[in-house]
């Protein structure tokens, strides 16, 4: 058994594994056998393109004071610039987004920001320990030609120095408050879990980030599942009000397995709308195929959803890998 963390129980650990109380559980290997076997006999998963081009970003060495530029990487990666700091989110340049480097969902577009091209970077947050949010192979690269902070929750600092001693994780709890320079970014809950292989399940934690910047706060969510808004009420009334919200759109098919952990675009307007936040922009869409939706459907029904929420598009917007918002 893969142990990551070692430390006193808590509300959300019980000396072994993480949990949240008023959440749902992870889905069992039983759910995921009926997944895959639906799959397999009523052909549930739609075909995505073999590649889709994407725009190339090229950021400049900082942004300077209260401006915010921030660059869409792809999938649930992105570069923020504010203050004089270059803050990655949940970065991956690999291919795949899996443990196996011949197998599994496999990019359909470059990162919107050739990895060659990046300005320095300061830190980097690290939300949970999915392979398309802690892709260990992209955090030696970074560790290599940045030497950046990392920030991410409890046991997940263990999983990336057992690959790379050199990588400067520091792991901290919810509610943790870090300072980094002129920005400070504080560890909030998540409807989620965590694995990397078959006996470490919820053995790390997982988490979202609050970004404390001049320009305003920004709520980073990497993955979550809606829960019925608790916790973006929870995150809008303890650290708000937020400027901005990062908010995942995408890998929701089907909802029976999927409802509990990702969002849809519906329940990220609740959610946006839930926390309060002036401006959203998606992501966890178009770069990864993890689960069943087509490729083009998160941005089709954020469309539909914005329209019968009666919010403004420019309110919530998906941009394409290597797109810029200058805030």
């Known amino acids: 058994m893969s142990r990551y963390y070692t430390g006193p129980p808590s509300d959300h650990f019980d000396g072994e594994r993480f949990f949240d109380a008023a959440g749902a559980p992870p889905r069992t290997r039983f759910d995921l056998f009926r ?48 203050a004089g700091l270059n803050i990655l989110l949940d970065p991956i340049w690999s291919e795949r987004a899996s443990p196996f480097r011949n197998v599994g969902p496999k990019r ?7 990895f060659a091209d990046l300005p320095p970077i300061d830190a980097v947050l690290v939300t949970h320990a999915h ?13 290599a030609a940045h030497r950046p902070r990392i920030v991410t929750p409890l046991g997940n600092d263990t999983i990336m120095r057992n690959h790379d001693a050199a990588i400067a994780a520091e792991a901290f709890d919810w ?9 400070t970014v504080t560890l909030v809950p998540t409807s989620h879990w965590s694995a990397r ?7 790390s934690l997982w988490a979202s980030f609050v970004i404390d910047a001049p320009w305003g706060r920004i709520y980073f969510v990497g993955d979550s599942g809606y829960g019925g808004g608790r916790l973006f009420r929870h995150a809008r009334d303890r650290h708000g009000p937020f400027r901005l919200a990062i908010l995942p759109i ?11 952990q990702h969002m849809n675009p519906a329940e990220a ?3 946006f709308i839930n926390c309060g936040a002036e401006l959203a922009l998606g992501h966890h869409y178009g770069t990864f195929q993890l689960t069943d939706e087509a490729i083009d459907a998160p941005l089709l029904a954020l469309d539909d959803a914005l329209s019968a929420a009666g919010i403004a598009n420019a309110r919530f917007l998906a941009l394409r890998p290597g797109e810029v918002q200058h805030l």
Not at 108 to 114: K, L, M, R, T
Not at 132 to 138: E, G, I, N, R
């Open 35 to 82: 997944w895959f076997l639906q799959r397999r006999l009523y052909r549930t998963k739609a075909k995505w393109p073999v590649w889709v081009p994407a725009s190339t970003d090229r950021p400049p060495p900082r942004v300077d004071g209260a401006a915010c530029r921030i660059s869409y990487v792809g999938h649930a990666s992105w570069l923020i610039q504010t």
């Open 269 to 271: 307007i609740q959610a």
């Open 175 to 183: 509610h943790d408050r870090v300072e980094l320079g002129a920005v």
């Open 250 to 260: 995408g890998a929701y098919e089907p909802r029976w397995f999927m409802r509990e």
């Open 197 to 203: 292989n078959l006996s470490d399940r919820n053995m």
């Open 108 to 114: 359909v577009n470059d990162p919107g920001i050739a």
């Open 131 to 143: 392979y398309d949010h802690l892709d260990l192979a992209t955090l030696s690269r970074l560790t």
